[in-house]
């Protein structure tokens, strides 16, 4: 069955960085595009940023364009988000899931991030 696990938030203050992974399994990753999102407390779940399956084409938010890059290593099954100047409002549960432009997946537990000084 498909199982997406992601890891690497944590408790850091603004400006600061975190790497995200998300390691997936029970479905062929190297053929399926994948995503992160991530819901803030009182807020609707919000797509963050896209990749393709071969990881040519990307796509993100206006509110982390030039602080977020997505990636995957389709060799370890796992997609990545790097986020660089964090920022408070940064503030959420992140979560990867497949597809490009909507969730085709259930929602695994995520990785809470929180940006605090």
């Known amino acids: 069955q498909v199982q997406l696990v992601e890891s690497g938030g944590g408790l850091v203050q603004p400006g600061g960085s975190l790497r995200l992974s998300c390691a997936a399994s029970g479905f062929p990753f190297r053929y399926y595009d994948m995503s992160w999102y991530r819901q803030a407390p009182g807020k609707e779940r919000e797509l963050v940023a896209s990749i393709t399956s071969a990881g040519g084409g990307t796509k993100y938010v206006d509110s982390v364009k030039g602080r977020f890059t997505i990636s995957r290593d389709n060799a370890k099954n796992t997609v990545y988000l790097q986020m660089n100047s964090l920022k408070p409002e940064d503030t959420a549960v992140y979560y990867c899931?497949?597809?490009?432009?909507?969730?085709?997946?259930?929602w695994g537990p995520g990785t809470q991030v929180t940006i605090s000084s």
């Open positions: 899931n497949i597809g490009y432009t909507r969730p085709i997946q259930g």
